[in-house]
């Protein structure tokens, strides 16, 4: 199997694809991380610019054509992957391109969906002795319905106490460029959810997305609120050693 690490993770967040492959090298698998990967696309095709993301996923079905799986820790990057690579690639008259995306996406997973669905697991021997609020994301919630495999996995996880997050399924206001184009919208959307994740009194929020992590932590720390975010999958790499 691959690992697509996405390429806001790659340059922001190296510890989160990092940890992925510590948790699935656990479980049995063998990861590799083609060097050839890049961006999925998605920045140029949620502003508009359709034809300039082609390329991309032309570069992306050539470089993970061969696996049999492949993982990335975003929902948002998966679901442009599954819903929108093949819609470009038809859309620009490259019929085998879409052929080859249409192929391909099935076997490109969200790290809970793989987890859960693939492996067969739930309990993957995390340890994380800490009180947890998870928030859905969008694109996981709406586009890719992970639904409640998040939820599954840290309701395994030894030590951890999860909290629920209300109003969970409201959007934080991120949204990309939806941040900086109507950045008061967003501010007071991701407000909300600051309160909320106050309420439980949790030490850690916790998502699949880090860019909806950056906003959300972005306001908590500007807030002094003492409440950190981490990545699903940097919780369910923590094992019972890593906190001796």
């Not at 920045?43 to 034809?51: E, I, L, V």
């Not at 800490?130 to 996981?140: G, L």
Request: negative net charge; charged residues 20%.
């Amino acid at each position: 199997m691959a690992l697509f690490a996405t390429c806001f993770n790659d340059t922001m967040w190296p510890g989160t694809p990092k940890a992925v492959v510590r948790l699935l090298e656990r479980l049995g698998c063998t990861v590799e991380f083609p060097l050839e990967q890049t961006c999925c696309g998605q920045m140029f095709t949620n502003t508009g610019y359709a034809r300039e993301a082609v390329p991309l996923v032309r570069r992306f079905a050539d470089v993970f054509a061969g696996y049999d799986a492949v993982v990335a820790p975003s929902g948002s990057c998966v679901g442009s992957i599954r819903l929108q690579h093949a819609t470009l690639a038809r859309e620009a008259g490259e019929d085998e391109l879409a052929a080859e995306v249409r192929d391909l996406a099935p076997r490109v997973y969200e790290l809970s969906e793989f987890l859960v669905d693939v492996l067969g697991v739930t309990d993957v021997g995390a340890y994380f002795p800490h009180r947890v609020t998870y928030h859905p994301t969008c694109h996981s919630l709406r586009m890719l319905r992970v639904a409640d495999r998040p939820l599954q996995l840290l309701r395994a996880v030894r030590g951890l106490d999860l909290v629920e997050l209300p109003a969970a399924e409201e959007c934080c206001g991120f949204g990309g460029t939806f941040a900086m184009k109507n950045a008061d919208t967003s501010v007071a959307m991701g407000a909300d959810k600051v309160r909320h994740v106050c309420s439980t009194d949790a030490e850690v929020l916790v998502a699949g997305d880090n860019s909806c992590l950056a906003h959300i932590g972005g306001l908590l720390s500007r807030q002094r609120a003492g409440v950190r975010v981490l990545h699903l999958a940097e919780i369910l790499a923590s094992t019972e050693e890593v906190h001796r």
